[in-house]
């Protein structure tokens, strides 16, 4: 189809041109030959679709791939997207790069840890199917709330993930937050617990986003009734900036005397830091403030970031505060 046409000019003339990619890796990514990659890059010189798409009013474009990996020691990829675009368009381009970059690094005999939000799904739409043999999809954090079992949703995208890799998938059938810390200690002593915390320690890959506090496009955690108004002004009082795995994050990246953290059923990010790669997809300024704390808690290898997020960031992120951890009393 042309339209998947004009899609790859796009994604080989950004790795190509933005990312400094070689030849023979793009055709990696892309799944096709270094001469079909040639010819991409080739038609984006000639439609000017480098000099019009690819090459927006900010100067920095070229290098911002480059300098986010100086500033915080990451593999990152940025996504070109123009400034006018809605966040809806941001969302499926980054989706579309994730996706393919997803495909690329998973394989037969691995084990990948999906946490569930409204990027993921977004995500597992553009998965292209890459048959495997003998992986594994394992759900990262629970999904049931006080108004939901959380089932549908997060079982759907997970087993979507699956589904493209031809993977056992390994759903993880706990709230998203239990209402006391006692329960969720117990519980974790369940084997059937156990078996889905095990898996998630084999994860070669573990793949997240982040989720906002403040900002236009609320996310799912937030929105979707996992929080009451006591929660919300503890995060408050605490100053949390948002979320991976729903473990809450400082704006300087501390975590651990967050108390609602104590209760939270995603991996923490100690836990998070003894997985090989992680792979963080953002897309939206809103997500600035959290996707500096998420780096700041040194949670992330590699990260997919449209353009205008990754010009906040890097404006963000000098001077970092101070790090600090609170004391009660």
Same mark, same amino acid.
Request: aromatic share 6%; glycine share 6%; net charge neutral.
């Given at each position: 189809?042309?339209?998947?046409?004009?899609?790859?000019?796009?994604?080989?003339?950004?790795?190509?041109?933005?990312?400094?990619?070689?030849?023979?890796?793009?055709?990696?990514?892309?799944?096709?030959?270094?001469?079909?990659?040639?010819?991409?890059?080739?038609?984006?010189?000639?439609?000017?679709?480098?000099?019009?798409?690819?090459?927006?009013?900010?100067?920095?474009?070229?290098?911002?791939?480059?300098?986010?990996?100086?500033?915080?020691?990451?593999?990152?990829?940025?996504?070109?997207?123009?400034?006018?675009?809605?966040?809806?368009?941001?969302?499926?381009?980054?989706?579309?790069? +994730? /996706?393919?970059?997803? #495909? *690329?690094?998973? $394989?037969?005999?691995?084990? =990948?840890?999906?946490?569930? %939000? &409204?990027?993921? !799904?977004?995500?597992?739409?553009?998965?292209?199917?890459?048959?495997?043999?003998?992986?594994?999809?394992?759900?990262?954090?629970? +999904? /049931?709330?006080?108004? #939901? *079992?959380?089932? $549908?949703?997060?079982?759907? =995208?997970?087993?979507?993930? %699956? &589904?493209?890799? !031809?993977?056992?998938?390994?759903?993880?059938?706990?709230?998203?937050?239990?209402?006391?810390?006692?329960?969720?200690?117990?519980?974790?002593?369940?084997?059937?617990?156990?078996?889905?915390?095990?898996?998630?320690?084999?994860?070669?890959?573990?793949?997240?986003?982040?989720?906002?506090?403040?900002?236009?496009?609320?996310?799912?955690?937030?929105?979707?009734?996992?929080?009451?108004?006591?929660?919300?002004?503890?995060?408050?009082?605490?100053?949390?900036?948002?979320?991976?795995?729903?473990?809450?994050?400082?704006?300087?990246?501390?975590?651990?005397?967050?108390?609602?953290?104590?209760?939270?059923?995603?991996?923490?990010?100690?836990?998070?830091?003894?997985?090989?790669?992680?792979?963080?997809?953002?897309?939206?300024?809103?997500?600035?403030?959290?996707?500096?704390?998420?780096?700041?808690?040194?949670?992330?290898?590699?990260?997919?970031?449209?353009?205008?997020?990754?010009?906040?960031?890097?404006?963000?992120?000098?001077?970092?505060?101070?790090?600090?951890?609170?004391?009660?009393?």
């Amino acid at each position: 189809m042309e339209l998947d046409r004009e899609q790859d000019v796009l994604r080989a003339a950004s790795m190509y041109y933005l990312q400094d990619l070689k030849m023979e890796v793009i055709a990696r990514h892309l799944g096709t030959s270094r001469s079909t990659v040639s010819r991409l890059i080739k038609r984006a010189r000639e439609t000017g679709l480098v000099e019009i798409t690819l090459r927006p009013a900010s100067t920095r474009a070229p290098g911002l791939g480059r300098s986010l990996s100086a500033a915080f020691g990451i593999d990152a990829y940025v996504v070109p997207v123009p400034d006018s675009s809605s966040h809806i368009e941001r969302l499926d381009q980054v989706s579309m790069t +994730a /996706a393919k970059l997803l #495909t *690329s690094w998973f $394989d037969s005999d691995m084990v =990948l840890g999906v946490a569930w %939000g &409204t990027t993921l !799904a977004s995500v597992s739409r553009y998965l292209v199917p890459k048959p495997t043999r003998g992986s594994a999809v394992v759900q990262l954090n629970g +999904a /049931a709330n006080m108004r #939901t *079992s959380g089932v $549908d949703y997060a079982s759907d =995208l997970i087993s979507s993930f %699956g &589904t493209a890799f !031809a993977a056992a998938v390994h759903h993880f059938s706990v709230p998203a937050f239990f209402d006391f810390s006692d329960t969720k200690a117990a519980m974790w002593r369940e084997r059937s617990v156990r078996r889905v915390l095990d898996m998630q320690r084999r994860a070669d890959i573990a793949v997240f986003s982040v989720g906002a506090v403040a900002g236009a496009v609320p996310s799912h955690v937030y929105s979707a009734g996992y929080l009451d108004d006591a929660d919300v002004r503890v995060l408050h009082d605490e100053g949390v900036v948002g979320d991976v795995c729903t473990v809450f994050l400082r704006a300087d990246g501390s975590w651990e005397d967050v108390p609602l953290n104590a209760r939270a059923t995603g991996p923490t990010p100690t836990e998070l830091q003894r997985l090989p790669r992680r792979v963080c997809i953002v897309a939206g300024d809103n997500k600035v403030a959290p996707l500096l704390a998420a780096l700041r808690a040194g949670v992330v290898t590699d990260l997919v970031v449209d353009e205008t997020t990754a010009v906040g960031l890097l404006d963000a992120a000098e001077p970092a505060p101070v790090r600090r951890t609170r004391t009660r009393g």
